[in-house]
């Protein structure tokens, strides 16, 4: 049984009993990468419950809502506690160049990852050029 304790932890752990955990959602930890003609972005939620995320894109603005609950019985005393639980949320503002028709997401190893690929119309194109004749030029 873990009896050591930090006063500050304490004091946040008595804040959040008071305030409750839904009074301001937390943000989550990300990376965002292009490899490619796709965009990773890779959310950190550990202990997520898969069924507790929700994805959805409007105007190319995705939210990503998540909530981890905590494990112990609503009547147990609680000893420690330092893992956040309640209400993870992120936004982020998508290019136009990317296809948010075709996001693919997927959680393992309590990382949520998203792949967004680049839309076919931004991808860059060789543009064939055709000529017509060149003027002869006259000899004088």
């Known amino acids: 049984m873990l009896m050591r304790t930090d006063p500050f932890r304490e004091l946040d752990r008595l804040t959040q009993q008071v305030l409750g955990p839904a ?3 937390s943000a989550m930890a990300m990376d965002a990468y292009r490899s490619g003609d796709e965009f990773f972005v890779h ?3 550990p202990g997520i419950d898969p069924e507790t995320i929700e994805l959805d894109v409007e105007r190319n603005v995705l939210n990503v809502r998540a909530e981890r609950r905590s494990p112990a019985p609503e009547e147990a005393e609680l000893l420690v506690a330092e893992r956040p639980t309640g209400t993870f949320t992120r936004q982020l503002f998508l290019g136009e160049t990317l296809d948010t ?3 693919d997401a997927s959680y393992e190893a309590g990382v949520l ?3 967004i690929p680049v839309a076919e119309q931004a991808k860059p194109r060789r543009i064939q050029i055709t000529g017509g004749d060149r003027p002869k030029q006259l000899s004088g």
Do not use: K, Q, V
């Open 23 to 25: 009074t301001r959602p």
């Open 101 to 103: 028709d075709r996001i």
């Open 43 to 45: 959310f950190d939620l």
């Open 113 to 115: 990852t998203l792949r």
